[in-house]
C-alpha cells in the first residue's frame, strides 16, 4: 500500500473553484473520509486523485510516483462508486477476475486473488450469478471484490453505502471497514455522511465551499472543531453555539446568564477577540443538569431519543440542545437549571469564526 500526497493541488471550473489549494498527506494503509455537504468539493478532489478529472494546479503522488498527469490507469489505484458499475451479461465470477485477466495475470494468481476475496467477503454462493439478480448488498460486495482483487496501492470510494438503506449501510460500513483492516488498504472515502465518517475514518477532511476547514480525528473534529462550521457540522445536534459578551472573566449570555470563563481560557481570550464579544461553544453532553447549576433556561422541546432525552432549551432568544440521560418527556415551559463540563467548553471569535485555543 502506498501514500498518497496532496501538495497544493486546486481545481477551477471556468473562474470558480470546485477544490481551493488542498495540502494533504494520507499515510499509508490510512482510512480518510472526505465529509462535507453537497458540493463541496469532495467528488472533485477524489476524481483528481485518481486522475477522472485533471488538476488546475498542483501535483500528487502515490507512493513516492508524481502521478500528476498520469492516466487513471496507470496510477494502480481502484475506485468503487456509488453505482455498482457491474458488467450485466458477466457471471460474478468473470466480474471478479475480468480486471486481472485484463492484466494478463496467470491463471494460477487468479485463482488465489479470487478464492482469498471471496472467502474475506463472504460472497461463494453467488458466484455464477449474474448482478441482475442481485440485492444492493450483494452487488456492493461484488464491486469490492472486484476493486481488492488487483491489490491497487490506494481504494477511492464515492459514497459507495449510498444507494442502501439505513439499515444495511450500517452492516457494510462495518464490512468495509473490516476489508480496510484485513487489508491495510490505504482509503479515501466520500461522503456527505457524518455519523459514517466518524464510524470509519482513521482521520476525517472536513470540506465546505471548495475549502478544507479541519483535517483531524473523529474525536478531534468533534471535541475540537477547528470553526463555526465544523462545529455545527459535526454531531447530531451541533455544537450549541451562544453569543456573549466578555466582561470581568465571565460571559454575559443572554438570559442574563453568566459563566465564569475557565482558567485556561482568560488570557487566550483577551489576547485573541478583538471585541468583547465571543461565542460560547459546548456539545450537548456538556451541560449538566443541576438545580443548583448557574445558567437558567426553558424547556422548548424535549425529544426522546430511546436511551436519553434531547431537550430544546432556550437562553432567551438562544436555542440550545441539551442531553438529558433519563426520565420521560418534559413539559414545555418547565425552567431548568444547568451547569458545563468546564472541560468541554470551547470559545469562537465570532469575526474570524476560528476556535480559540486555550493554554495547555
Ligand atoms: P456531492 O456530494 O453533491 O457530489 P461534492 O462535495 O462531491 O458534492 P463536487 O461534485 O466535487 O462536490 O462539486 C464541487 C463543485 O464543482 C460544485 O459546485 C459543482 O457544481 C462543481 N462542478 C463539479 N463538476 C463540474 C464540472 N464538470 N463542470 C462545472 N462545475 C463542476
Redesign the pocket.
Known amino acids: 500500500m502506498a501514500t498518497i500526497d496532496l501538495r497544493q493541488v486546486e481545481k477551477k471550473?471556468?473562474d470558480?473553484y470546485?477544490?481551493k489549494p488542498v495540502d494533504l498527506t494520507i499515510a499509508s494503509g490510512e482510512f480518510v473520509v472526505l465529509l462535507?455537504?453537497?458540493?463541496?468539493?469532495?467528488?472533485?478532489?477524489l476524481r483528481m486523485i485518481s486522475g477522472l478529472e485533471a488538476v488546475t494546479d498542483g501535483r500528487i503522488f502515490i507512493g513516492d510516483r508524481d502521478v500528476t498527469w498520469r492516466h487513471p490507469s496507470d496510477r494502480d489505484i481502484a475506485f468503487v462508486f456509488q453505482l455498482y458499475a457491474l458488467y450485466p451479461h458477466m457471471s460474478v465470477e468473470k466480474n471478479i477476475t475480468f480486471p486481472l485477466e485484463a492484466q494478463k495475470e496467470p491463471a494460477q494468481v487468479i485463482r488465489e486473488r479470487l478464492t482469498y476475496v471471496v472467502e474475506l467477503l463472504q460472497i461463494q454462493h453467488l458466484l455464477r450469478q449474474k448482478p441482475g439478480s442481485l440485492s444492493g448488498g450483494d452487488k456492493q460486495r461484488v464491486a469490492l471484490a472486484r476493486a481488492l482483487v488487483r491489490k491497487p496501492s490506494a481504494f477511492l470510494m464515492d459514497?459507495p453505502l449510498g444507494a442502501l438503506d439505513a439499515d444495511f449501510r450500517e452492516t457494510m460500513r462495518a464490512e468495509i471497514k473490516k476489508l480496510h483492516i484485513a487489508e491495510q488498504a490505504t482509503t479515501v472515502y466520500?461522503t456527505?455522511d457524518q455519523i459514517e465518517a466518524m464510524a470509519m475514518g482513521d482521520r476525517i477532511v472536513v470540506?465546505s465551499a471548495?475549502v478544507v476547514q479541519q483535517v483531524g480525528t473523529p474525536a478531534e473534529v468533534y471535541y475540537d472543531p477547528a470553526n463555526l462550521f465544523v462545529a455545527r457540522f459535526i454531531g447530531s445536534p451541533g455544537m450549541n453555539l451562544v453569543m456573549g459578551k466578555l466582561a470581568g472573566g465571565v460571559v454575559h449570555l443572554p438570559g442574563g446568564n453568566q459563566y465564569k470563563v475557565p482558567a485556561r481560557w482568560l488570557r487566550p481570550l483577551t489576547t485573541h477577540l478583538a471585541t468583547d464579544t465571543v461565542i460560547l461553544g459546548f456539545r450537548p453532553e456538556a451541560a449538566l443538569l443541576h438545580p443548583d447549576g448557574p445558567l437558567k433556561s426553558e424547556v422548548y422541546a424535549s425529544d426522546l431519543h430511546g436511551a436519553f432525552n434531547m431537550l430544546h432549551l432556550t437562553l432567551e432568544e438562544a436555542v440550545i440542545h441539551v442531553r438529558a440521560e433519563r426520565g420521560g418527556r418534559i413539559q414545555m415551559g418547565t425552567h431548568l437549571a444547568f451547569d458545563l463540563d468546564a472541560d468541554m467548553v470551547r470559545f469562537f471569535d465570532p469575526q474570524t469564526e476560528k476556535a480559540i485555543v486555550p493554554e495547555a
Open positions: 471550473f471556468g470558480v470546485a477544490v462535507g455537504p453537497s458540493g463541496c468539493g469532495k467528488t472533485t478532489t459514497e466520500v456527505h470540506m471548495a
